[in-house]
């Protein structure tokens, strides 16, 4: 079956430290992968997206990279924190155009 | 700009009384329409989806989705709802044929009082 994984489950980071954040599937070939934000009042923000092995697409400027290092793997970065990019993160996969499926999320603090 | 729009950000109800979520998106093309719900604590679960056909969907647990096309809407719908229905509820659209980047609404947060 087809699972995404995503961890750590809570990080507190102080300001001007880095960030790693890692997502992987299993049970699918090729999905395309997706990182959001999710703030309180505002929504799901979509902040990078990647269709394959090194390719990926950002939809918001700001602190924050991602890379594909591997077909399942997928992950969130940042050299220095801010204050502002504290926030809930969330992973997800599809595989066509049939929806998504999310993992479980991180809880970031910037402290 | 395409866009998601959910106008209730907070729906408190008694058990029993029926739903509607409303969500409307801005866009003159071919679009893909989502329900997702998030109970405290879970994951993000897709509810129902609306590809193409019968614009009337059901999803799970009772809930159905009405996609009205001249009105550029995907209302989301419960005749009866439980407490255990509390939770918050996304709309999310792909635009375009063959996208796949999902744009979320704000979300809304319905509470059901018992």
């Known amino acids: 079956s087809q699972t995404i994984h995503q961890w750590p489950a809570t990080l507190v980071q102080p300001v001007g430290s880095p960030l790693s954040l890692e997502c992987t599937v299993e049970g699918t070939s090729n999905p395309n992968l997706y990182w959001y934000r999710q703030a309180a009042g505002r929504g799901l923000q979509l902040l990078f997206y990647s269709v394959g092995i090194g390719q990926i697409s950002s939809e918001v400027p700001q602190n924050l990279s991602a890379s594909r290092p591997q077909d399942r793997q997928f992950i969130l970065s940042s050299k220095k924190l801010l204050l502002s990019d504290s926030g809930f993160y969330l992973c997800?996969?599809?595989?066509?155009?049939?929806?998504?499926?999310f993992g479980s999320g991180t809880r970031l603090t910037v402290v | 700009a395409q866009s998601v729009s959910q106008h209730n950000h907070h729906v408190i109800l008694s058990e029993a009384a029926s739903l509607e979520l409303g969500c409307n998106y801005s866009?003159?093309?071919?679009?893909?329409l989502f329900w997702y719900v998030q109970y405290p604590g879970q994951h993000l679960q897709l509810l129902l989806k609306?590809?193409?056909?019968?614009?009337l969907v059901k999803g799970i647990k009772g809930f159905e989705a009405e996609f009205i096309k001249s009105k550029f809407s995907f209302n989301l719908r419960k005749p009866s709802v439980q407490w255990s229905d509390t939770a918050e509820y996304f709309c999310?659209?792909?635009f375009g044929a063959g996208s796949y980047q999902l744009t979320f609404g704000k979300g809304t947060k319905l509470s059901v009082i018992p």
């Open positions: 999310a659209v792909t």
């Open positions: 997800a996969w599809s595989v066509g155009n049939h929806g998504y499926t």
């Open positions: 866009y003159g093309g071919t679009v893909n």
């Open positions: 609306y590809f193409s056909g019968d614009p």
